[in-house]
């Protein structure tokens, strides 16, 4: 009995060991795709293989951000940016699995609005900026619905699709138990679905983004967008490719934020 319990200690520790060297690799080959693409960007642009003007290059824009950085005014427009995109991936995530609560209480409701919801879901969201700016005023309020409206139909959709496959015999049991459909759904449902809306939220951080960065394309004044359509205007696209960079960098943290949660809580 002591030999088979070693031996299968041995394993579990020989594939602990395997995982991490795994991922020891896998870090490293993408420190060498980071150094590889930033080093041929920079010797591409130095020899001229690709145009400088329309492609900058690394060194350019290192330069351009530290000099953002001492005038402060990256500061300022990340830190608008970065507000609008939590305001409205928090609001965009909380009404969109609020809506597919609702639909999930009511069938007869779900029946009704399923076909508006696929229409919906097709319509392309970044038209409605124009809409919503008139409707909200130009400003934060118009920004933020449109991080917002960006993500909660598909937060909808997916969230009450994962709502309807929970296993009806769990229902089955509680409500015999005397459970009413409230307690069904906190007891039974969200616990279900848990890791399919920790999973969306995910998707919710790059829809939030793009809905934000576009808000501002049309209307902001101040934010990382606006230092996009900015350098286009006076043809500076170090400025553009800095901007990009920041959203890259910033996007990056709050999808990895998420992705701790979830391992964080679908743990305990």
Known sequence: MNKETDKVELLHKNYIRSLKVEKRWIRFYQAIIFLVFFSSWELFSAKQWIDPLIFSSPSKIWILFMNKLQDGS??????????????????????????????????????????????????????????????????YPSIIAMGAIISVIITTIVVYTAFKEVDPNYLKV??????????????????????????????????????????????????????????????????????????????????QLVDFLEKKLIKE
């Open 74 to 139: 990256l500061l300022t427009n990340l830190g608008v940016t970065l507000t609008e995109t939590v305001f409205g991936f928090i609001l965009g995530t909380f009404l969109g699995v609020l809506l597919a609560a609702i639909l999930w209480w009511s069938p007869m409701v779900s029946k009704i609005l399923d076909p508006y919801l696929v229409i919906l879901n097709a319509m392309p969201k970044v038209a409605l900026g124009p809409v919503l700016i008139v409707a909200l005023s130009p400003g």
């Open 174 to 255: 509680l409500q015999t138990f005397g459970a009413t459909r409230f307690q069904c759904f906190k007891e039974a449902i969200i616990p279900a679905c848990f890791p399919t809306i920790i999973s969306t939220l995910k998707v919710n951080v790059g829809l939030s983004w793009v809905g934000v960065i576009v808000g501002e394309f049309l209307v902001s004044s101040k934010g990382l967008g606006y230092m996009i359509i900015y350098g286009f205007q006076v043809f500076n696209f170090t400025l553009v490719f800095l901007s990009l960079l920041v959203i890259a960098v910033f996007a990056t943290i709050m999808y």
